[in-house]
């Protein structure tokens, strides 16, 4: 029998990418689907290529209904708007997985900082677990809410985590470029093509929302208080992240130590590829779940590499990676 899943927030990016690897998975059926639209109208008229492969209608948000329909529900929506659609679906007992910001923060005066508004469901924050798989999966196994991390979260902290939690790096800096998908599907300015095409610019060095996140998670797993600077790009691409990372080694402890720190942490993760040789390109993560790391080093000066594609390790793939999780299922199921 198969898992039926609900995805409301279908007509962006995030939506759309999980409806296309729902679609692959042999053991899940999408039973439900919504979005704001100026009508309601099918899947596969909004998005032609889901033609004879999804016939429902993706309409207006009804929580009653998609309760009837579906037992895990997928919330690709934006920030501040699934804190007041989780806790209904958690109340009946059904399994949550946000792809928003609403869960991850801990601190409340945090979130209301960085988002800019009243958090409207502080006390589901504590039931959420960070569903980075890599880090957290037996946590995942048993969880109800999940907060999907961040793109840029994602590839900074499995790029960062295995050094820092032993203790081997100091004076990080994080300067990431990011495809324009990042900034979801509503026009914008700054986004259109003309503005885009052949530009390149940074953004809220200093507030950007998934600062405390990385900060957050990178202390949580290494037992110390971390400090970071980190600089938020976009490129005129359409998907995928690429950060550089800079830090000074505490002691000149060599290439092999650092390949082995890795190797320890990631040698039996199925979606990181760690490289001793290279340094990653966006061509060799878009369209793929995986994250891949590299780095180089120069006495104590340190260069770390990592690569994802932010709709799917940064959003739905790892989604959907964690539902395989949770279900028990093979965790690379529709992922490869």
Do not use: W
């Amino acid at each position: 029998m198969s898992t039926k899943v609900a995805i409301f927030g279908a007509s962006g990016f995030a939506g759309e990418e999980l409806i296309e690897i729902l679609l692959r998975h042999p053991k899940v059926e999408i039973t439900y689907i919504s979005a704001i639209l100026e009508k309601e109208l099918k899947i596969g008229d909004l998005f032609p290529k889901f033609r004879n492969r999804l016939d429902l209608l993706c309409e207006s948000p009804n929580e009653e209904k998609a309760a009837s329909l579906a037992d895990i529900f997928f919330l690709a929506l934006p920030h501040r708007v699934s804190q007041t659609i989780a806790p209904f679906f958690l109340k009946k007992k059904k399994t949550v997985i946000d792809l928003s910001a609403d869960y991850r923060l801990k601190d409340v005066k945090v979130y209301e900082k960085f988002y800019k508004g009243k958090h409207e469901d502080p006390g589901n924050i504590k039931e959420a677990v960070y569903g980075l798989c890599e880090f957290y999966r037996d946590k995942i196994k048993k969880a109800r809410l999940i907060a999907n991390p961040g793109c840029y979260p994602t590839v900074s902290i499995l790029s960062l985590a295995p050094l820092l939690k032993e203790d081997l790096i100091k004076n990080i800096i994080i300067d990431a470029k990011s495809g324009i998908t990042g900034a979801g599907r509503k026009p914008t300015l700054e986004y259109h093509f003309a503005q885009l095409n052949g530009n390149l610019f940074a953004y809220k060095p200093f507030e950007h929302q998934h600062l405390p996140e990385i900060i957050q998670i990178l202390s949580e797993f290494s037992q110390k208080k971390v400090e970071l600077r980190f600089t938020p790009h976009v490129i005129p691409v359409e998907r995928g992240i690429l950060a550089t990372i800079y830090a000074d080694l505490k002691t000149n402890i060599g290439v092999d130590k650092i390949n082995n720190v890795y190797k320890k942490y990631y040698k039996d993760e199925r979606f990181v590829r760690f490289f001793e040789q290279k340094l990653p390109q966006l061509k060799d993560v878009v369209g793929t779940n995986f994250c891949d790391i590299g780095f180089q080093i120069d006495g104590t000066r340190m260069v770390i590499v990592g690569a994802i594609d932010n709709l799917q390790k940064g959003a739905a793939g790892q989604a959907v990676q964690n539902m395989n999780i949770m279900l028990g299922f093979d965790e690379t199921t529709a992922l490869l």
